[in-house]
């Protein structure tokens, strides 16, 4: 018996082809949960893809890691499972799991893979990554992952602000098929222990196979005979068909379009077996047709495709938007010139797997436009009940691996059931004893606080930039009192300074206070949380003033100046006067202040100047006297050369007269 289970289970079970046994045997099972079960699939394939045709080289079918741990993983967060420790980590990286770890934080539950993959229905730009690898680190950057969380959070706060309950925030408009139910059907068999399960996705039956009197049976009418791979023809030129001759039975088409990456292909679910050539046998798929598109429409660090940003910002007039906007148009008529050519192999599917991720993409596939090939009312039509990721070749392939092969689980159900019910039991327990809640619940604020606090924020703001008449205006439209107490009062802020004039004194705005005081009848003697009135807030002279100036024009008799501290009145041209005398003192301080500068910076310049000179070896000040050379030098500084040049012959004019003169009393002497 244990034999005949590691036989069965050596490689995963292709749905189209399971051993005759473990098909007679197989038995629904009534818990259809599958987020309590861990898949797991051993290291072989059950269906290969050939190396030597083009047409058929996607990728060998999804072969496992062999390093990999065969362990079940789980994530408690997501509530789903893993085959092995690789695709756990994946999960990790993934924006699915990113985005529950955002619900958490705020208190909200996590969402299951399909109300996700509906959020991104209204999203532009596909968030996902890429296995191949030019490209796969590039796609799985922190980047990309926030922008894609950033957009979904964007999208629940607007909802949020319509007064839109909770649940709508994981709720899409649109339901897609499956909403809501396990993707897997789950049986049993009577030559598996009971602790394993084999599953199968619901996306490759109708509504109506899905009955579970019927289920069996409908699995056993679509299994497959696979079809033997043909020899090449005798001789030394012979070539093998292409695939297309070769393919029997239902067909199975498969699309994903995405952030200007499109691939698309039609598989025939009839397997072919082959030999390798150390003679061991493999079943390989037959690739009927496939295509690939690539164009730049997506803008890089960005998101978003350039028709988005155009809708919601306006046309862009740069180099780059141009050449998006002419590569969305020809990516379409691409896509829709390759289904007008596979029409007739499209109309022979039974079924048809699409991913289209925003509004262009959905009706760059759907149109409606003149001969469409695919529709939104085809019943053929389904998505992908798991994640994918960029739009490839090599990614269709591995997607049709995983809808076509069976998977297996471990699972002691009588044990898991055992522990939920343990956690249950000590989760009423606790709450029996009065013990706190994991997570304290904020209060929802009525609409007499959410109106305060609204008021709050405006006055604050006016204030804060000075604005006397907007504050009176304000407080008067709203009917407001001068004395309003600023919402919410724990804040610390709000604390300090809890009324209009209390703020108005704290940061030193004398023309606010003056008009809250006279005008708006504000009270001087009100005390804010600290027990202290707006006048000990004040913190400069003017605004000190501006409080007996109030006093003054006031009068004694409206309020009680004394409990305000505020000191003895002070009219409103003395208060004037002692600004003038005040700005003018100021001034000559600080007219000494740049004289005395002036004299230091003067003194430092003339001491640098000596020391200067002192290093070039010249003379400082105090030296004896200078030679006549160097006072003609000093003396001919700043003149022109017809200056320098008159200057020059005057001196030799002179110095001729003085020699002649000398000449005539020495020859007179003798």
């Keep these: 018996m244990a034999n005949k289970l590691e036989e069965l289970l050596q490689r995963p079970l292709y749905v189209y082809d399971l051993p005759q046994d473990l098909l007679n045997s197989l038995r629904s099972k009534d818990l259809l949960v599958s987020s309590s079960l861990a898949v797991e699939t051993s290291t072989n394939t059950d269906i290969e893809t050939p190396r030597s045709t083009p047409a058929a080289n996607p990728t060998e079918l999804d072969r496992e890691d062999p390093g990999a741990s065969s362990a079940a993983q789980s994530c408690g967060l997501c509530s789903t499972s893993f085959r092995n420790l690789n695709e756990q980590r994946l999960h990790v990286k993934s924006d699915w799991h990113g985005f529950n770890l955002k619900q958490k934080l705020k208190g909200q539950k996590p969402i299951s893979e399909g109300e996700f993959e509906r959020l991104l229905e209204d999203l532009e730009e596909s968030i996902s990554g890429s296995d191949s690898t030019e490209s796969e680190d590039e796609e799985r950057t922190e980047g990309s992952k926030d922008n894609t969380l950033t957009a979904l959070l964007k999208k629940q706060a607007r909802l949020a602000e319509k007064d839109v309950p909770s649940e709508v925030n994981v709720t899409p408009k649109k339901g897609k098929r499956g909403a809501g139910s396990a993707p897997l059907l789950w049986f049993s068999s009577l030559l598996l222990p009971t602790n394993t399960s084999l599953g199968i996705y619901k996306a ?109 910002k306006g046309a862009a007039h740069s180099a780059g938007a141009g050449i998006r906007r ?45 001969d469409q090939v695919l529709r939104l009312n085809d019943p053929r039509n389904r998505t992908f009940p798991f994640s994918t990721r960029r739009a490839t070749q090599a990614e269709l392939m591995r997607a049709f691996v995983e809808l076509t092969r069976m998977k297996v689980s471990h699972v002691d159900e009588a044990a898991v059931t055992e522990a939920a019910a343990e956690e249950a039991r000590k989760a009423e327990l606790a709450t029996r004893a009065g013990a706190p809640p994991s997570k304290p619940v904020t209060p929802k604020l009525s609409k007499e606080e959410e109106t305060a606090q609204f008021h709050t924020s405006q006055l ?18 709203n009917q407001l ?6 919402q919410p009062q724990s804040t610390q802020s709000n604390h300090h300074a809890s009324t209009p004039l209390h703020l108005a004194a704290s940061i030193n705005s004398a023309a606010v206070v003056l008009a809250l005081l006279v005008k708006g009848s504000a009270d001087p003697t009100a005390l804010n949380w600290e027990g202290r009135p707006s006048f000990d807030l004040a913190g400069d002279r003017a605004t000190r003033d501006t409080f007996r100036v109030a006093r003054f ?7 009680d100046w004394e409990a305000a501290h505020c000191p003895t009145p002070l009219s409103k041209a003395e208060a004037e006067k002692r600004d003038e005398t005040a700005r003018k003192a ?85």
Excluded at 331 to 342: H, I, P, T
Excluded at 481 to 486: E, G
Aim: charged fraction near 30%; charge should be positive; aromatic fraction near 4%.
């Design 204 to 312: 490759l039956l109708t509504q109506t196979e899905q009955q579970p009197s019927d289920l069996l049976e409908v699995l056993r009418q679509k299994q497959l005979k696979p079809v033997q791979a043909q020899s090449p023809p005798s001789g030394n030129n012979g070539v093998p068909l292409p695939p297309s001759m070769t393919a029997q039975g239902p067909n199975i088409f498969l699309c994903m379009i995405g952030g200007g990456h499109f691939a698309a292909m039609i598989v025939s679910l009839t397997p072919k077996v082959g030999k390798k050539a150390n003679g061991i046998e493999e079943r390989q798929a037959i690739v009927i047709a496939h295509k690939t598109f690539h164009r730049y429409t997506t803008r890089r660090k960005q998101g978003g495709s350039q028709s988005t940003n155009d809708s919601s």
């Design 326 to 370: 002419y590569n969305e148009v020809a990516l379409e008529s691409e896509v829709r010139a390759l289904l007008s050519d596979w029409r007739d192999m499209i109309n022979k599917t039974e079924l048809m797997f699409v991913r289209a991720s925003g509004t262009t993409n959905r009706r760059t596939l759907f149109g409606p436009y003149e």
């Design 460 to 477: 604050q703001a006016l204030i804060r930039r000075s604005k006397a008449p907007a504050v009176l205006s304000y407080l008067t439209t």
């Design 481 to 486: 009192s001068p004395n309003f107490l600023f």
């Design 553 to 559: 024009e006031l009068g004694e008799k409206k309020w």
């Design 586 to 670: 100021a001034e000559d301080a600080e007219a000494d202040r740049r004289r005395i500068e002036t004299d230091r910076l003067k003194a430092e310049s003339l001491a640098r100047e000596q020391e200067a000179t002192l290093r070039k070896g010249g003379k400082p000040l105090g030296m004896p006297k200078k030679t006549g050379a160097e006072q003609r030098e000093v003396e001919a500084r700043g003149l022109t050369p017809e200056m320098r040049a008159k200057l020059e012959r005057e001196r030799r004019a002179r110095a001729a007269e003085e020699r002649m003169r000398r000449m005539a009393g020495g020859g007179g002497g003798s």
